[in-house]
T-cell receptor, first 114, second 113 residues
Framework: DTGVSQDPRHKITKRGQNVTFRCDPI?????LYWYRQTLGQGPEFLTY????????KSRLLSDRFSAERPKGSFSTLEIQRTEQGDSAMYLC????????????FGPGTRLTVT | GDSVTQMEGPVTLSEEAFLTINCTYT??????LFWYVQYPGEGLQLLLK?????DKGSNKGFEATYRKETTSFHLEKGSVQVSDSAVYFC????????????FGTGTSLTVIP
């Protein structure tokens, strides 16, 4: 068990550019979550997958955001036409199907939009 | 909707002092409750959890009891150490919300020698 990994750890981009982040969950976990955390706030839910199916999306997830988990393993989060307001830490987490179980978080990808 | 309200910080304590961080929740179902900790420069780590009323979660000297009657899950530690300096997040998860977590805003704790 190597834990949840995310790549890259830091990304600096110019406004208007597209960015893509990757998350590799714990291998036996079939649920994968994306959260966004801004300074001084707790993580906010963006979307989650059960296996390859995207089951829920937050209203925070504008149409510039898209997430995939094509084979039910790793996931990608793409932001198109980035805006300065997208600057945040993007967190990935994975868990089993049981709501009583904890989510295991990756180290996050810090996005800075200039 | 489901939500978590957490005591605002920052909190500064002297080493060996008693710690309480308050957390209350609103949920339509029967949530599981969690405390996560974020040390400087690190990711979120589970500190403890409780999955039903009156359960007590404990780890590393920290404790929290799931109180359904007061909808609370306050974090306590009898004697804090400098190494406990971190940001603490209360969170809930409920089966009717797809297992997504709702987090509080976090409480920053600094312990001084």
């Amino acid at each position: 068990d190597t834990g949840v990994s995310q790549d890259p750890r830091h990304k600096i981009t110019k406004r208007g550019q597209n960015v893509t982040f990757r998350c590799d969950p714990i291998s036996e976990h079939n649920r994968l979550y994306w959260y966004r955390q801004t300074l001084g706030q707790g993580p906010e839910f963006l979307t989650y997958f059960q296996n390859e199916a995207q089951l829920e999306k937050s209203r925070l997830l504008s149409d510039r955001f898209s997430a995939e988990r094509p084979k039910g393993s790793f996931s990608t989060l793409e932001i198109q036409r980035t805006e300065q307001g997208d600057s945040a830490m993007y967190l990935c987490a994975s868990s089993t199907r049981d709501y009583r179980d904890e989510q295991y978080f990756g180290p996050g990808t810090r996005l800075t939009v200039t | 909707g489901d939500s978590v309200t957490q005591m605002e910080g920052p909190v500064t304590l002297s080493e060996e002092a008693f710690l309480t961080i308050n957390c209350t929740y609103t949920a339509t179902g029967y949530p599981s409750l969690f405390w996560y900790v974020q040390y400087p420069g690190e990711g979120l780590q589970l500190l403890l959890k409780a999955t039903k009323a009156d359960d007590k979660g404990s780890n590393k000297g920290f404790e929290a009891t799931y109180r359904k009657e007061t909808t609370s899950f306050h974090l306590e530690k009898g004697s804090v150490q400098v190494s406990d300096s971190a940001v603490y997040f209360c969170a809930l998860s409920a089966v009717d919300t797809g297992n997504q977590f709702y987090f509080g805003t976090g409480t920053s704790l600094t312990v001084i020698p």
